[in-house]
């Protein structure tokens, strides 16, 4: 029986002239081990499906231009997903919470990077199942084809159209966070899930999916 996916991961940041953001996401119940410049360290299993994700909140990577809209839905006619988004903000404990209303049909939308169509990497994660395996939010992800619409509507009644560009399962250690994460080179919004066989010893999955979308003009 696999167990539900939330998310769940760190952050750490070197600041010098800049800040650069070193963003590594874990999965609890799938497992995105935090990275740093130490070794990494013994990682706790993981025992419910509400698991959230911790942060550090001193490191956390910030927007500096904040578009009229916050995202309030995310539409992807290609999966049949119509999902409310709830923002994702951090706990008095330091931890980044996934969604509450409806924590297996709603999307988070990572409130410590830019909103969906603002420049840089805004990303969505959602859960892949719940208890018992049923299906969740992000249960056919894996389906998603370069080409496939993204839509995000936001609080201002307009709707944001997406691109997807690449599709990609990564193994924990090799996710590619700057890009996930801190690419600024364009107007993108990436959506994470886990991905992969459930390992049970180790309360997590093999792989993690990542879907890259860019704004279409």
């Known amino acids: ?17 800049f800040c650069l953001l070193l963003l590594v996401l874990a999965l609890s119940g799938c497992g995105w081990a935090a990275q740093s410049a130490q070794p990494l360290a013994r990682r706790t299993p993981l025992d419910t499906g509400a698991t959230p994700l911790a942060l550090t909140p001193t ?3 910030t927007s500096t231009v904040v578009s009229a809209a916050l ?6 006619h ?6 409310s988004i ?10 980044l919470a996934t969604p509450t209303r409806n924590p297996w049909e709603d999307a988070g939308w990572y409130t410590g990077g830019p909103r969906p169509g603002d420049p840089g990497s805004a990303v969505i994660d959602g859960h892949l199942d719940r208890p018992g395996g049923r299906p969740a939010i992000f249960w056919s992800l894996r389906r998603m084809q370069v ?43 990436n959506l994470i ?19 890259f979308t860019s704004l279409v003009a």
Request: aromatic content about 6%; overall charge positive; some cysteine.
């Open 78 to 83: 290609a999966l049949g997903i119509n999902a």
């Open 147 to 189: 080409g496939n619409e993204v839509l995000v509507s936001g609080s201002n009644g307009k709707t944001l159209h997406f691109r997807v560009t690449r599709v990609v399962f990564y193994e924990p250690q090799n996710a590619p966070i700057q890009e996930i994460f801190g690419n600024s080179s364009g107007t993108f919004l």
């Open 86 to 95: 709830e923002p994702v903000s951090i706990l008095p404990t330091g931890n």
């Open 59 to 61: 490191a956390l990577p």
């Open 193 to 211: 899930t886990c991905a992969g066989d459930w390992i049970p010893s180790q309360h997590q999955t093999t792989l993690r999916l990542v879907v």
């Open 1 to 17: 029986m696999r167990r539900s996916c939330p998310l769940e991961g760190r952050i750490t940041a070197a600041c010098g002239l």
């Open 71 to 76: 995202p309030r839905r995310l539409i992807i």
